[in-house]
């Protein structure tokens, strides 16, 4: 997954079913990584060293609202978090916000991830105030 995309999704210059496209084998393979026990799920990310991208409230209710709506599947959001998370180039606004992230990473540690789970996290960012 390249920054420049996921900022272009963020961004919302790019639609997630486009983003979705784009990260479509490497979701695949960590799909498949993450089916064998015991292996370890590979996440590609390329980061620009001078690039930051911070996740807020805004962006994290995007990612909910975009598997609620179908423009991404479950594993989408597994693959987007887990590599949120890896990066040295991801801000998190809030640890609030980062846990809500750890919720919808890899199925095996943290459940399956359903549409009333992300509408939960979803509904709960969304009635916060600024963040």
């Known amino acids: 997954m390249n920054l420049s ?5 963020f961004e ?3 639609s997630a079913e486009e983003f979705a496209q784009i990260i479509n084998n490497e979701v695949d393979i960590y799909k498949k990584a993450c089916s064998k026990v015991g292996a370890s799920a590979e996440v590609m990310f390329f980061d ?6 911070e996740i807020d409230k805004k962006r994290l ?3 909910c609202c ?3 709506n179908d423009a991404l599947t479950e594993w989408d959001i597994y ?4 590599a ?5 180039q991801i801000i998190f606004l809030s640890e609030d916000i980062r846990e809500a992230i750890e919720e919808m990473t890899d199925p095996t ?3 399956e991830l359903t549409k009333e789970r992300a509408a939960n996290i979803g509904k709960t960012f969304s009635n916060q105030r600024a963040g």
Do not use: R, T
């Open 5 to 9: 995309n996921l900022m272009s999704f």
């Open 12 to 14: 919302e210059s790019m």
């Open 48 to 53: 620009n060293a001078n690039q930051k991208i």
């Open 61 to 63: 209710l995007l990612i």
């Open 66 to 68: 975009s598997y609620l």
């Open 79 to 82: 693959y987007i978090c887990d």
């Open 84 to 88: 949120l998370l890896l990066s040295e």
């Open 109 to 111: 540690v943290n459940g």
